[in-house]
């Protein structure tokens, strides 16, 4: 089971910006295809964002795309995802998901579920 932690949430008003972190326990995120999801209270989760193994690749959900940029860090072994004018509809809780056999465009889909199950996540409010 591949084991992540997501951090970073938090409460911030319309507009704002936030910064989530994705790091691994046991593992190195540097070697991983990383994608972030996020589900809202009565709605399916959804693919926000995924980036490459070799970050010559990104995904993007259109409902985010030019407002949210996804990275690696690998001195840090971490992947950040800046959420930049955050809209009320961006509110729930954000998931980050690691896999080495798969791809870009094979993660980021709505149905995709990791090895294991999905982390505690990280809560993400905007609120005025």
């Known amino acids: 089971q591949l084991n992540v932690v997501e951090s970073g949430g938090g409460l911030v008003q319309p507009g704002g910006s936030l910064r989530l972190s994705c790091a691994a326990s046991g593992f190195t995120l540097d070697y991983y295809v990383v994608g972030w999801f996020r589900q809202a209270p009565g709605r399916e989760r959804e693919a926000v964002s995924c980036i490459s193994i070799n970050n010559d690749e990104t995904y993007y959900a259109e409902s985010v795309k030019g407002r949210f940029t996804i990275s690696r860090d690998n001195a840090k072994h971490l992947v950040y995802l800046q959420m930049n004018s955050l809209k009320p509809e961006d509110t729930a809780v954000y998931y980050c998901?690691?896999?080495?056999?798969?791809?870009?465009?094979?993660?980021?889909?709505?149905?995709?579920?990791?090895?294991?199950?999905w982390g505690r996540g990280t809560q993400v409010t905007v609120s005025p």
């Open positions: 998901a690691a896999n080495q056999l798969t791809t870009v465009q094979t993660m980021c889909v709505p149905t995709y579920t990791p090895f294991g199950s």
